[in-house]
Structure formats: structure tokens, C-alpha cells
T-cell receptor
Framework: DVKVTQSSRYLVKRTGEKVFLECVQD?????MFWYRQDPGLGLRLIYF???????EKGDIPEGYSVSREKKERFSLILESASTNQTSMYLC???????????FGPGTRLTVL | GENVEQHPSTLSVQEGDSAVIKCTYS??????FPWYKQELGKRPQLIID?????GEKKDQRIAVTLNKTAKHFSLHITETQPEDSAVYFC??????????FGKGTSLLVTP
């Protein structure tokens, strides 16, 4: 069974704070993704990574950065949180040899 | 880049009826088309997928059809049940690369 975990289910931060969201997988999957989900806008890709130290911008990378120092961990960083980054953040992995994406439970971030 | 349009945004059906959700995509290179179901408060989960070398795929009450020429694909749910109520997302992408998701369809099945 594929297991994807995220560091927090709920997070409240203040404007201007640096925020770290972490995603951890328990298998040796190369591909990891960060999405944000907003009502009426679906799932939008922020960043993805094909392997350690590799990263690619998605559709909405502005205001975000990522880090992948180890294969099992993919971090999303909000350098200076803003209220328009209040959202549900979903991490996903793609299993090796298939295109199936498995999602983590999500982190609901509120920026005040 | 790929653009995925999904319709309708909301759908209400009576239990036992069929439900159809339609998606179109723009990139003719896309060859992988999954559908995800997201129940309230839960993560999206894959329910069925289809590749471009197949025109139709069925799994019990769920089926997906793909028309490559017209660049559209559809999800069909037959004999709907209240537990089918959820948000459904279509997606399109090129095998091995990132997916582009539609904006979702909120399906409500009323008893």
C-alpha cells in the first residue's frame, strides 16, 4: 500500500511568516508533486520533482519554493506567507512504472 | 501547456439514475486520462483511468470513454448510490509527466 503523509492537517500562520509544509513517502518513488486546492479552481500544480535535488515549476509557482534533499521527503516553502495563500495543500507521489498519483491527506493552511 | 475543461460543475441525480461528467483537453500529446473521486474531508483517490490506445474501459458501475479525435473523455456512473456523492476530477497528461486537472464536478445523489 502506498503511504503518503503530510506534516500537519491544519496550520495557522501570520502574514510574513516563513512556512514549511512537508511531505513524506515510505517507498522509493522518484516523482513527487505539490498542489493547492481551492473551491471552484480544482487542483493546481505548484511544483514537482523527478528526483533528489531536482525541481520543476508547475502552473502557479509564484510565492513558493521547494526542497528535495532526500528521496522520501519533498518540502513546500512559503518564503513570506500572504493571505491569498490560504488554501488546502496536497502532496502526491507517482508510483514507479505507472502514472497513478497517490495523494497525501492534505494540509489546510490559514494565513491571518 | 495542457488545458482541461470539465462540465458540469455540479450535478444532481436521483438514486439509481446514471451520471455523466465530460472533459476536454487541448494537448494532442496527452495519453493518460485518470479520474479521481474526493469525498468530503478526504484526499482524492483514483477510481479509473484510460490510456490513449483504448477507447473505453469499464469497472463495475463506472466506465470511461475517450475520443482522441475530438479530444474529449467522459466518466459514466450507472445505478448511482448515495455513496457516489463526492467531487470528481478528470485529468490529462503525458505518461511520465505531471497531470493537469479539471476544476471538478460536485455530484449529489439523492435517495
Amino acid at each position: 500500500d502506498v503511504k503518503v503523509t503530510q506534516s500537519s492537517r491544519y496550520l495557522v500562520k501570520r502574514t510574513g511568516e516563513k512556512v514549511f509544509l512537508e511531505c513524506v513517502q515510505d517507498m522509493d518513488h522518484e516523482n513527487m508533486f505539490w498542489y493547492r486546492q481551492d473551491p471552484g479552481l480544482g487542483l493546481r500544480l505548484i511544483y514537482f520533482s523527478y528526483d533528489v535535488k531536482m525541481k520543476e515549476k508547475g502552473d502557479i509557482p509564484e510565492g513558493y519554493s521547494v526542497s528535495r534533499e532526500k528521496k522520501e521527503r519533498f518540502s513546500l516553502i512559503l518564503e513570506s506567507a500572504s493571505t491569498n495563500q490560504t488554501s488546502m495543500y496536497l502532496c502526491a507521489i507517482r508510483t514507479r512504472f505507472t502514472d497513478t498519483q497517490y495523494f497525501g491527506p492534505g494540509t489546510r493552511l490559514t494565513v491571518l | 501547456g495542457e488545458n482541461v475543461e470539465q462540465h458540469p460543475s455540479t450535478l444532481s441525480v436521483q438514486e439509481g439514475d446514471s451520471a455523466v461528467i465530460k472533459c476536454t483537453y487541448s494537448d494532442s500529446a496527452s495519453n493518460y486520462f485518470p479520474w479521481y473521486k474526493q469525498e468530503l474531508g478526504k484526499r482524492p483517490q483514483l477510481i479509473i483511468d484510460i490510456r490513449s490506445n483504448v477507447g473505453e474501459k469499464k469497472d463495475q458501475r463506472i466506465a470511461v470513454t475517450l475520443n482522441k479525435t475530438a479530444k474529449h473523455f467522459s466518466l459514466h456512473i450507472t445505478e448511482t448510490q448515495p455513496e457516489d456523492s463526492a467531487v470528481y476530477f478528470c485529468a490529462a497528461g503525458n505518461s511520465g509527466y505531471a497531470l493537469n486537472f479539471g476544476k471538478g464536478t460536485s455530484l449529489l445523489v439523492t435517495p
